[in-house]
Structures are given as structure tokens and as C-alpha cells.
């Protein structure tokens, strides 16, 4: 890589994702950098950079995912240790970013937890964030420092259309997502439906009805974030009410948590296709039907234009 102003570039990992790590820097031909992320017996965290960094061009990859509360403590104790070590430039690699859902006051007295994460962040010492599929683009606001917001869609549509799927429908699993689907769609060549959820008129149960013709067809409900499930469950078997002949799901984060295998298994999804912002390999064994997409190209190819200082709008796609 080129020389730039900001010294060697230098990739660091948490203990969120060391995997996706190392898949970056495969990538960009240079080694992980050495630190010592431990915790002392009252869970506090113990870091220490084992390398000179001084005027150096630190990336820290630490999606905070969960448990989101550690992780994210993590990235800040780490961010610290690198300012006070004389670090050139700090980018915190968020490639799934914790309390996204939480951006906006929807019922009295609550907190904008999306905008707090921004702000500690920044106080930390943070000098750049780079992050993907943020659950809406205007997060980038919360910041007072530059933020690259990467899009997964490359990996998922260039996935998807060599799957050769016949007659394919992508549909939005609610209104709030037609946008996404609609932008799949198109550069599938596919179909786009809509499932509209509704509560019934006793308030006791959701009731689903499919927008788009999805008889006979191949549909892909398309999210963000699958976190319980619930919706996709619910969103699939609706489908095939509906006389959808294959139903299957993609999202970029999949947090997967709680009953949400159980769903997933005991719904009529054939696939569900996620990416590797969140390690999901342990949930993989134990639910045959999630296919797992690597970021860690898109990720690297990110940090090399963040640190030649080129271009990275041709990532955001």
C-alpha cells in the first residue's frame, strides 16, 4: 500500500468477531495486530498494546454486537489505549452497529441510545467510524466525525443471482423496507411484493396480507436486521398462503437471538442467507437452513481507500 499522512496501517481486532478480522487482513496482505485483550476476575477489561503504533493508522474491527454492552466498553477501552498511545489516526470498524433500533424518541421519557453510542465513541477518542447497514442511514447525523456507511447488497445480490432462481420475487417484510427491496428487485431483474402487517380488530393477533404477486413464484423476503425471527416466520408462512411456490429470507446482520432458530427451523423458509457482520457460525451448525456471506472484501477494500484517502463512494452501492 501506498504511504499516506497518517503512518503504517495498522488492523486491531476485539473479542467480538476475531474471525472477521483476520479475513481482512488476509485481504489486505498484512498481519493482525498484537494486543493483549484480557479480563480480570470482576469481568473488567485488561488491554495492552503489544507493538509500537505510534503515528500509525489504526483500525479497530469490533462490531458490537452481543453481548452488545461488553463489546461496546471493549472498543472504547481499546480506542483509549490507542490515543494515549500516540496513534496517527483511530477508525472504529463497526461492521454491525449496537443500538441502532433505539434512534428516535418514539413514547415519553425514553432515550436516543444511537446518538449516546455516537457520542461516547467520539469522546473516547474516535476519529473516524466505519460501519454497514445502519437500521436507518440518518444515524450518520449522531456524529460529529466522519462515518463510511457500507452497503452488503454486492455480496447478497451477487449470491442471489447465482442461484439462478426461477421466477424471483423479493418482497418487503413491512412498508419500511419496500426501499430495500425495491433496489434488489431492480438489479435482479425480479418481482417486488410487500407483506402489510396489521393487528386484527381485537388487538390479539397480526394479521398478514401479501401485496404483489407471489402465486408460483420464488420469494426472498429481504430485512436489515432478522433479530427474533417473528416477522420473518410469520412474513414466509403468509407467502405461502399466498401460493408462493419456494419462500427463503436474506439479511445483513443476523443477531439471531432468543427463539429465533426454533422459528426459523419450524417455518417454511428453505434458506435463510446472512452475512458475517455478526459471527453466526456456531448458529449455522445448529440451524442447516442459514447460509453465511463474507463482508470481510468488502470491509478491507473500505479500510485500503480509507487509508490511500481514495475514494469509497464505489462501495456504497
Not at 489505549?81 to 449496537?98: N, Q
Not at 437471538?257 to 445448529?286: C, F, H, M, Q, Y
Request: include cysteine; aromatic fraction near 6%.
Amino acid at each position: 500500500m501506498r504511504p499516506t499522512g497518517y503512518g503504517d496501517l495498522k488492523v486491531f481486532s476485539g473479542s467480538a468477531h476475531p474471525q472477521l478480522a483476520k479475513d481482512i487482513c488476509e485481504f489486505l496482505g498484512v498481519s493482525l495486530g498484537q494486543a493483549r485483550l484480557r479480563r480480570f476476575p470482576d469481568t473488567e477489561v485488561s488491554f495492552q498494546i503489544d507493538e509500537n503504533i505510534r503515528g500509525t493508522d489504526v483500525f479497530i474491527v469490533q462490531p458490537t454486537c452481543a453481548p452488545v454492552d461488553e463489546h461496546l466498553v471493549e472498543l472504547l477501552i481499546m480506542v483509549d489505549a490507542f490515543r494515549r498511545s500516540s496513534a496517527s489516526r483511530i477508525t472504529a470498524v463497526l461492521p454491525y452497529y449496537g443500538y441502532a433500533r433505539q434512534d428516535r424518541k418514539d413514547k415519553p421519557r425514553v432515550p436516543i441510545s444511537a446518538k449516546l453510542v455516537a457520542n461516547v465513541l467520539s469522546a473516547a477518542g474516535t476519529n473516524r467510524v466505519l460501519t454497514m447497514d445502519l437500521h436507518k442511514a440518518q444515524i450518520q447525523a449522531f456524529f460529529d466525525i466522519p462515518v463510511d456507511h457500507l452497503f452488503a447488497a454486492p455480496v447478497i445480490i451477487d449470491y442471489m443471482s447465482r442461484q439462478d432462481f426461477p421466477r424471483l420475487t423479493i418482497v418487503a417484510p413491512d412498508a419500511g423496507g419496500a426501499e430495500r427491496a425495491r433496489a434488489y428487485a431492480k438489479r435482479l431483474g425480479a418481482e417486488l411484493a410487500v407483506i402489510d402487517k396489521r393487528r386484527s380488530d381485537d388487538g390479539t393477533a397480526e394479521v398478514m396480507n401479501v401485496i404483489g404477486e407471489v402465486g408460483g413464484r420464488t420469494c426472498v423476503i429481504a430485512d436489515d436486521i432478522i433479530d427474533t425471527a417473528g416477522t420473518i416466520q410469520k412474513g414466509a408462512q403468509a407467502l405461502i398462503n399466498s401460493g408462493a411456490e419456494r419462500v427463503l429470507a436474506c439479511a445483513v446482520h443476523g443477531v439471531l437471538s432468543g427463539p429465533a432458530l426454533e422459528r426459523i427451523e419450524n417455518s417454511p423458509l428453505e434458506r435463510l442467507i446472512v452475512t458475517n457482520t455478526i459471527p453466526v457460525a456456531d448458529k449455522r451448525l445448529r440451524c442447516g437452513k442459514i447460509v453465511e456471506l463474507s463482508v470481510a472484501r468488502l470491509l478491507g477494500q473500505a479500510i485500503r481507500s480509507i487509508h490511500e484517502e481514495t475514494s469509497v463512494s464505489s462501495l456504497f452501492v
